[in-house]
């Protein structure tokens, strides 16, 4: 049943990344509009999915070009055995629907390598993620997201897993 969910949930996600700008565009309608704005952020996140104990932080560097996205990360994760740290780029779209440029809306696929301590060789990561950004005020933004990533390193591992979902939240600062 979860693999049914998880790949349902895959097929909605991906089928809204296809089409919605398509839809948007040749409908004519106005609820759907790419992001036009340059700015620059630095998110600051927690990872509140782990159920183990411990807890997942991360730092990210995100610069939008108009409705193109990109994003440099980093993540930390001290209570597993061995703990690792992720290194992470994402790019994708960002966007706004119903009227509101209040909350901003992204998309996007992710790659990365992940670095395990004791071993000598990083593994790598992909996957695709989505989320949501609230506008506080014009320099303080908070978010949620959420994301799936195959790991090369749950093989390594043994583990029955070949992908993960996570989640996290966020404050997000902007710099310019």
Do not use: C
Not at 42 to 67: A, C, H, L, M, R
Not at 143 to 148: N, S
């Amino acid at each position: 049943m979860k693999d049914t969910i998880k790949w349902l949930s895959i097929l909605v996600i991906l089928t809204i990344m296809a089409f919605t700008p398509v839809w948007a565009q040749s409908s004519n309608m106005n609820w759907f509009q790419f992001n036009q704005d340059e700015d620059a952020f630095i998110s600051v996140w927690v990872d509140p999915t782990f159920t183990d104990g411990g807890e997942q932080y991360g730092i990210d560097f995100i610069k939008d070009f108009d409705w193109f996205r990109l994003k440099l990360g980093m993540s930390h994760y001290a209570q597993l055995t061995p703990n690792y740290t992720d290194f992470v780029m994402g790019t994708g779209t960002s966007f706004h629907l119903f009227r509101t440029d209040k909350i901003t809306y992204h998309v996007g696929g992710r790659l990365g390598l992940i670095a395990r301590s004791g071993n000598k060789t990083p593994h790598p990561l992909m996957g695709f993620e989505s989320g949501m950004v609230v506008n506080i005020t014009d320099k303080l933004r908070v978010g949620a997201g959420i994301w799936y990533d195959k790991r090369a390193d749950l093989d390594f591992y043994d583990s029955p897993k070949d992908g993960l979902w996570n989640g996290k939240l966020e404050v997000i600062f902007k710099l310019n």
